[in-house]
């Protein structure tokens, strides 16, 4: 004799566990996995196996399209609860930030200084030749970076954007945004490019400091020197910063190409891509707050000793805490 299973039997025989733990989840969502006594927290895996089974069954039986939809859901719900991750996002950021990101950065130390080093020399290239020829400003830096500034501009008019106030709202939406955008970009193009031999991050990072190092013999030429570097580097610490910590991924990832040594090549890449990839998103945290210290602080604080003086503790700030930061974990 053969059976049939209807579709209003298979829901009414099973309903009742599939409402149990939609419930369980709820709380859990809600209130977290404490909220549920020990019993309930032991049933929850049998239950989501019998949300498993049912939804194997539905698609067979070829059940109404609103119940396999239900189904799908709940034992997605039910997986996440299960399988996934115990911590709160609070607990995982703090364990990036406090340990894994200021580890990396130290595991990375090498090609972290050879990126400082890159933008460094690029900077002193891109200054010398520059002072020599200013006509070279125009090869180094590109017309939407320079936004009109250049050999031909006037003294005062140099001068006018490094103390010129603007809107803090606005530039909060827009210029800061702008800026976070633009840099992020570029850091983490110079991370991805790295798998073609850590060749084109180093490039990307000796351009970026010819294009500083143009900037700083415009500026030297009149005379504003000490003003423009109070008005690059309370930002332009962190975002440096953040350049060479991409760049040093890229650099890391070219170095398991070239140098794979006894892993296979792909192994090794997927590997240190893995390592890399931290110093990349601990970058763009950086890259954010230097957009909103270069579309706000530098905008409303005019005082040169003032910005020097919080270039300076930026700078201590980031020593301390990538050097120290984890270090007993």
């Known amino acids: 004799m053969t059976v049939v299973l209807k579709s209003a039997a298979f829901r009414a025989e099973r309903e009742p566990s599939w409402r149990e733990l939609e419930g369980l989840l709820d709380r859990v969502e809600r209130w977290g996995l404490p909220s549920l006594a020990a019993g309930e927290v032991a049933r929850l895996p049998a239950l989501y196996r019998a949300a498993l089974s049912s ?44 340990r894994r990101f200021p580890g990396a950065v130290r595991a990375h130390r090498r090609e972290l ?10 900077a002193g290239v891109g200054h010398a030749l520059t002072a020599a020829d200013a006509e070279r400003f125009y090869a180094f830096v590109a017309p939407e970076m320079a936004q009109g500034r250049g050999p031909t501009s006037s003294t005062e008019s140099l001068r006018e954007v490094l103390y010129a106030p603007r809107d803090a709202a606005q530039l909060l939406k827009t210029f800061a945004m702008f800026l976070f955008q633009h840099n992020a970009t570029i850091g983490l193009l110079a991370f991805a490019v790295g798998f073609a031999g850590g060749v084109p991050s180093a490039l990307l990072l000796f351009t970026n400091g010819l294009v500083l190092g143009a900037f700083g013999a415009l500026y030297r ?40 040594g006894r892993e296979e090549r792909l ?41 020097y003086a919080v ?19």
């Open 55 to 98: 939804l194997s069954v539905a698609r067979a039986i070829s059940l109404d399209r609103n119940v396999l939809d239900y189904l799908e859901t709940l034992s997605a719900r039910a997986y996440l609860v299960v399988y996934g991750t115990r911590r709160h996002l609070r607990d995982a950021l703090g364990d990036f930030f406090v």
């Open 113 to 122: 200084a050879l990126a400082i080093a890159l933008i460094a020399v690029g």
């Open 221 to 260: 030429s009149r005379g504003l020197a000490l003003d423009f570097w109070g008005w690059v580097l309370p930002h332009g610490v962190t975002e440096l910063l953040a350049v060479a910590l991409c760049g040093a991924a890229g650099l890391a990832l070219g170095q398991a190409v070239l140098f794979p």
């Open 267 to 307: 192994a090794g890449l997927a590997r240190r891509g893995r390592e890399a990839g931290v110093l990349a998103v601990g970058a763009v945290a950086l890259f954010f707050a230097a957009a909103l210290v270069e579309g706000l602080f530098r905008q409303l604080v005019h005082s040169v000793p003032v910005r």
């Open 311 to 329: 270039a300076a503790g930026t700078f201590l700030f980031w020593t301390v805490y990538l050097g120290r930061a984890g270090s007993r974990a």
